[in-house]
């Protein structure tokens, strides 16, 4: 099988996502650059899944689906609240909680 | 997800409607989704879906009770008639097989009907009374969904789709009771009603808990079903199994749940608070659904408390005591209401503790049949005073001020008032007779006097309060509303659309309707097991009561495979049945065996005694009390002395009001108060305070010593740690989340490469 392809892919898609997240400014892809990270988790799964010949990691992968569509249900319902009371959404300048 | 379906195959005779009674709660259930979806797009606001999905529930059910009964009435005389059950696996995890289904059996078949008859009258009822409301479709789609909750719980072969219909009708109770929540009280009095019965739920949770972890093992082996089944658990309860300590805090945990659903003391605040939502809701709350729910779990799981409390044991067991305290103190409560709603509301406080009596004291199904004839009289009587404020009160319940001389006005009410009275005073022809009498002959029959005697009590209090109720709504001369005047009915102003406000008249055919229909229930329905006529009347103990027969243990299925169930013939010589108090030796039981007390007349007059003083009694005194406008009387005063006596008894009704409204409350509750406090600050406090002054004087040992040198040291030394660390990595707390981000994922690369380098 071509597991390691799948596995080069995710690791791929993995490293847009944290680049992604450490370095764009906007809210919005930041979350689309968090999807990409459960998505390659996701690959993994399933080339592993594939590799072991086993549904494990086909339920693990329908799971982390369900719950990455709450997370970006909470974390846009989060965005929006930003940016109506701050007119913006760039992360750089939410330093509420610094320490 | 359908994976398994399995039947009991049994030789018994089954139908169409017994194997599809699960179709019950469906039915309402998607009618419920309908109304929510199209409701406000159809010509009567969704109201006409309401009232036909809980009609087809209606007939499915009589549909099943008919076939029951052809079961029941096929099967031979010792014969154990097997429950009609029916599951689908949903899941499966670890092993355990979590299942939904339907479990009928005559229990199951006796509720369902009454619960689906007594919903469907009241939606036909509701159509009326809530005419022109502002959340009319909301108000049929709770309505709907709230019946299907209780179908569903009464349906249900295992305990989670049991407590799923326990938590959808506690959810419907609070959207119903709450319905006109711009008013504050409303809404305050829907959360009471949420989190009074939250708390008890905390113990059916509990309760369903133990009973699986303690019962699986025992079930999968001897069974093959899983330990939520309610089967599983009643066979288990009685094989001589179970621990005693674990049954028993399992029973009380699930006792806890009813208490708190079925109003017993001391979680029944919420039940008269409940008064709040609309009258129909009352009415459907009070009777079948709900309040009953917490009996019917008693009843449901009976081998858990029977096994568990020691029911017919010696000693008297929390079930009873908590039931006697509920009957008198609710009893006494309801004598000093005004809102004839509360009264009522007190009244099914007190009757359900009658029903824990019974179930407590071991009369199963004389509880049983008390749920039974006490839904049709207590709906009858709150639809009653739905229907006197819809059309004589505007809208008002209160007794003294906007009600009285209404019977010339509102005949039909009037006389099913009357005979729904006779009904709940447990006067001879009527259904509350024949089944509260023999609530309090089984419990003196198995041993209890002394719960006997709080039972004809409660009698007496009963006959008395509902007397007083009568007299002030029906007797006496017209006041406030009910004598036309419009001053007041803005206190009670919760409707939007006004019909006219002329003088009182009676209701309408939708609202007379169903109210006849329960008045004429609630005169024969005590007919179903008239015990003073003999043993051919009992058709509610042949139907109804699960014989407790062993039967033989089935080999050992794999969970979801069918089991059937070969029933032995009846031993030779009438050898009582070992159920109960004695563990099986070959086979199973799923029911107790359980005793009937022998009706006697000389028992059953001295109850109807005690009922007819009651009422002569509080007849007297509201007669003196609130007749005391009587024109004859005030002249007669002057003429001769014995009228002057009489009218010195008048002149002093607020005396008597005193001793009927304060007195009453101040005798009970002044002196059960003051010696309580007395209790509480001498030897409650003496114990407290010694206890503390021992406590104090190692405390100051403990503190000099081990708080102040060690742990003091201890903590300090830490606190001052952590304060140096924080200060040294406060910098890192940028406050951005890009920031965050990068150290974790730092983290993380780090922790992965440690990984690779140890494992290569």
């Given at each position: 099988?071509?597991?390691?392809?799948?596995?080069?892919?995710?690791?791929?898609?993995?490293?847009?996502?944290?680049?992604?997240?450490?370095?764009?400014?906007?809210?919005?892809?930041?979350?689309?650059?968090?999807?990409?990270?459960?998505?390659?988790?996701?690959?993994?799964?399933?080339?592993?899944?594939?590799?072991?010949?086993?549904?494990?990691?086909?339920?693990?992968?329908?799971?982390?689906?369900?719950?990455?569509?709450?997370?970006?249900?909470v974390g846009l319902a989060m965005v929006l609240l930003i940016y109506r009371n701050r007119r913006n959404i760039g992360l750089d300048e939410l330093s509420e909680m610094h320490g | 997800m359908m994976l398994a379906v399995s039947e009991v195959l049994s030789p018994l005779k089954g139908g169409w409607f017994l194997d599809n009674a699960w179709l019950v709660p469906v039915v309402p259930t998607i009618g419920f989704a309908l109304i929510v979806l199209f409701g406000k797009r159809l010509p009567k606001k969704g109201s006409e879906l309401g009232v036909l999905s809980i009609f087809v529930s209606l007939v499915l059910a009589s549909g099943?009770?008919?076939?029951?009964?052809?079961?029941?009435?096929?099967?031979?005389?010792?014969?154990?008639?097997?429950?009609?059950?029916?599951?689908?696996?949903?899941?499966?995890?670890?092993?355990?097989?979590?299942?939904?289904?339907?479990?009928?059996?005559?229990?199951?078949?006796?509720?369902?009907?009454?619960?689906?008859?007594?919903?469907?009258?009241?939606?036909?009822?509701?159509?009326?009374?809530?005419?022109?409301?502002?959340?009319?479709?909301?108000?049929?789609?709770?309505?709907?969904?709230?019946?299907?909750?209780?179908?569903?719980?009464?349906?249900?072969?295992?305990?989670?789709?049991?407590?799923?219909?326990?938590?959808?009708?506690?959810?419907?109770?609070?959207?119903?009771?709450?319905?006109?929540?711009?008013?504050?009280?409303?809404?305050?009095?829907?959360?009471?009603?949420?989190?009074?019965?939250?708390?008890?739920?905390?113990?059916?949770?509990?309760?369903?808990?133990?009973?699986?972890?303690?019962?699986?093992?025992?079930?999968?082996?001897?069974?093959?079903?899983?330990?939520?089944?309610?089967?599983?658990?009643?066979?288990?309860?009685?094989?001589?199994?179970?621990?005693?300590?674990?049954?028993?805090?399992?029973a009380v945990a699930l006792f806890i749940a009813a208490i708190g659903k079925s109003g017993q003391f001391p979680l029944h605040t919420w039940l008269p608070d409940a008064m709040a939502g609309p009258t129909p809701v009352s009415s459907l709350l009070h009777s079948s659904t709900m309040v009953v729910a917490g009996v019917f779990l008693v009843a449901r799981l009976y081998p858990v408390f029977f096994t568990g409390l020691d029911i017919l044991g010696p000693s008297s067991n929390v079930i009873m005591v908590i039931a006697a305290i509920t009957i008198v103190v609710a009893a006494a409560l309801a004598f000093v209401q005004t809102d004839i709603k509360r009264v009522l509301a007190y009244s099914t406080v007190s009757q359900l503790g009658y029903m824990m009596l019974g179930l407590g004291a071991g009369a199963w199904l004389p509880a049983v049949f008390h749920i039974f004839t006490h839904a049709f009289f207590k709906a009858c009587l709150f639809l009653c005073a739905g229907s006197i404020s819809h059309s004589a009160s505007h809208h008002s319940f209160d007794m003294k001020k906007d009600m009285g001389g209404l019977r010339k006005h509102m005949p039909i009410t009037f006389a099913a008032w009357t005979v729904s009275t006779l009904a709940l005073c447990g006067v001879f022809p009527f259904s509350g007779f024949f089944s509260k009498d023999e609530i309090i002959d089984n419990v003196g029959g198995n041993g209890y006097t002394l719960f006997m005697a709080v039972g004809l009590g409660g009698a007496f209090l009963t006959a008395a309060y509902m007397t007083r109720a009568t007299y002030l709504t029906f007797f006496g001369q017209a006041r406030g509303a009910s004598a036309g005047e419009h001053d007041s009915h803005d206190a009670h102003d919760s409707h939007d659309v006004h019909d006219s406000h002329d003088s009182p008249h009676e209701s309408g055919i939708l609202i007379t309707g169903p109210i006849a229909v329960l008045a004429v229930l609630a005169i024969f329905a005590g007919l179903f097991n008239a015990t003073p006529f003999g043993e051919s009347w009992e058709y509610m103990k042949k139907w109804v009561e699960p014989r407790a027969v062993v039967v033989a243990q089935p080999s050992a299925g794999g969970p979801g495979e069918s089991f059937a169930i070969s029933v032995p013939s009846s031993e030779a010589g009438g050898v009582e049945s070992p159920c109960g108090s004695e563990t099986p030796t070959a086979g199973i039981c799923y029911a107790p065996e359980l005793n009937h007390a022998k009706f006697k007349w000389s028992k059953a007059l001295l109850s109807l005694m005690i009922v007819f003083t009651g009422i002569a009694v509080s007849w007297l005194l509201s007669a003196a009390l609130y007749g005391r406008r009587d024109p004859r009387l005030v002249g007669l005063t002057e003429r001769n002395g014995l009228a002057r006596a009489g009218y010195r008894l008048l002149a002093n009704k607020y005396y008597l009001d005193d001793v009927y409204e304060r007195g009453v409350v101040g005798t009970i509750a002044g002196p059960i108060a003051r010696s309580a406090y007395w209790f509480n600050q001498n030897i409650l406090d003496g114990i407290l305070h010694g206890i503390a002054r021992s406590a104090r004087a190692v405390a100051m040992v403990v503190y000099r010593d081990i708080d102040q040198r060690v742990v003091d040291?201890?903590?300090?030394?830490?606190?001052?740690?952590?304060?140096?660390?924080?200060?040294?990595?406060?910098?890192?707390?940028?406050?951005?989340?890009?920031?965050?981000?990068?150290?974790?994922?730092?983290?993380?690369?780090?922790?992965a490469l440690v990984f690779v380098i140890l494992n290569t």
């Open positions: 099988m071509l597991t390691g392809q799948f596995l080069l892919l995710g690791a791929i898609l993995f490293c847009i996502g944290v680049y992604g997240v450490i370095a764009r400014k906007n809210a919005v892809l930041v979350l689309m650059s968090i999807e990409l990270i459960l998505n390659s988790v996701n690959i993994n799964l399933l080339a592993f899944a594939l590799r072991n010949g086993s549904a494990d990691g086909h339920t693990f992968a329908l799971y982390v689906i369900a719950v990455a569509a709450a997370e970006v249900g | 099943a009770a008919w076939q029951w009964i052809q079961r029941v009435g096929a099967a031979g005389e010792e014969q154990f008639i097997s429950p009609v059950v029916r599951t689908w696996t949903w899941w499966q995890a670890g092993g355990v097989e979590f299942t939904i289904g339907q479990h009928v059996d005559g229990l199951t078949v006796v509720v369902l009907f009454v619960v689906a008859l007594i919903s469907t009258l009241i939606q036909i009822y509701s159509l009326e009374y809530l005419r022109g409301d502002r959340r009319f479709t909301h108000f049929f789609a709770a309505l709907t969904l709230f019946s299907a909750g209780m179908l569903a719980m009464v349906v249900a072969e295992d305990m989670i789709l049991f407590l799923l219909g326990w938590e959808i009708m506690g959810l419907c109770s609070f959207m119903l009771i709450g319905h006109w929540w711009e008013d504050g009280a409303n809404s305050r009095a829907a959360l009471k009603a949420f989190f009074t019965v939250r708390t008890g739920d905390v113990g059916l949770l509990v309760g369903i808990a133990m009973l699986f972890f303690a019962a699986n093992e025992w079930t999968t082996t001897n069974l093959g079903l899983s330990g939520f089944s309610i089967r599983g658990i009643s066979a288990w309860a009685l094989s001589g199994e179970p621990n005693s300590t674990v049954i028993l805090v399992a040291g201890a903590v300090n030394a830490s606190a001052d740690l952590t304060k140096t660390t924080g200060l040294a990595v406060q910098p890192l707390q940028s406050g951005r989340v890009g920031h965050y981000g990068a150290l974790l994922f730092a983290t993380a690369a780090v922790v």
